[in-house]
T-cell receptor
Framework: GAVVSQHPSRVICKSGTSVKIECRSL??????MFWYRQFPKQSLMLMAT?????????EQGVEKDKFLINHASLTLSTLTVTSAHPEDSSFYIC??????????FGSGTRLTVV | QQQVKQSPQSLIVQKGGISIINCAYE??????FPWYQQFPGKGPALLIA?????SEKKEGRFTISFNKSAKQFSLHIMDSQPGDSATYFC??????????FGGGTRLMVKP
């Protein structure tokens, strides 16, 4: 079945630094990738949608200059949290649309900003 | 605007019992209704999904019931097991666009 590999699974960074999260579709071409953010005991909130080779579409309230998304190939999308602050600490999850036509999720990245 | 409402927020079921989680949606353009299971610290995993041209779909112990006129769909977990204890999310999408998630249900199955 379709597999999406997300790395790293956990990252701790200092306030003010940047962190990159990678999401790869291993056995299918992901035409569209979605990035979600999930706070404890809450649902997934869509941050942005990215299509290969084009600029990402950000949801209202999501700072595009802070959360940089790159989808340069059909198998790789990255989310870079720039100048991270403690309030950016969260669980970030990517999802790829492709393969059998459904949505496949990565295993998530726990970001802690200290 | 919350387009997918999920209930209950939490659910406790005895082992062997039936777990029932309900969702209601507003957007009649939605054409894909999946259910996801999420364990702590992990991404959601697809359990089962349905499209609006059928009223029920069963896969093993999991069944989706879909009521198009009422704009509601539900997940039934038969013979619930402690290993089913997780958070369950319903979702909906339109024409392959983004998924809209319900608020989630934390299920605990007691041995």
């Amino acid at each position: 079945g379709a597999v999406v590999s997300q790395h790293p699974s956990r990252v701790i960074c200092k306030s003010g630094t940047s962190v990159k999260i990678e999401c790869r579709s291993l056995d299918f071409q992901a035409t569209t990738m979605f990035w979600y953010r999930q706070f404890p005991k809450q649902s997934l909130m869509l941050m942005a949608t990215s299509n290969e080779g084009s600029k990402a579409t950000y949801e209202q309230g999501v700072e595009k200059d802070k959360f940089l998304i790159n989808h340069a190939s059909l198998t790789l999308s990255t989310l870079t949290v720039t100048s991270a602050h403690p309030e950016d600490s969260s669980f970030y999850i990517c999802s790829a649309r492709g393969g059998a036509g459904g949505y496949t999720f990565g295993s998530g990245t726990r970001l802690t900003v200290v | 605007q919350q387009q997918v409402k999920q209930s209950p927020q939490s659910l406790i079921v005895q082992k062997g019992g039936i777990s029932i989680i309900n969702c209601a949606y507003e957007n009649t353009a939605f054409d894909y209704f999946p259910w996801y299971q999420q364990f702590p610290g992990k991404g959601p995993a697809l359990l089962i999904a349905i499209r609006p041209d059928v009223s029920e779909k069963k896969e093993g112990r999991f069944t989706i019931s879909f009521n198009k006129s009422a704009k509601q769909f539900s997940l039934h977990i038969m013979d619930s097991q402690p290993g089913d204890s997780a958070t369950y999310f319903c979702a909906a999408s339109n024409a392959g666009n983004m998924l809209t998630f319900g608020g989630g249900t934390r299920l605990m199955v007691k041995p």
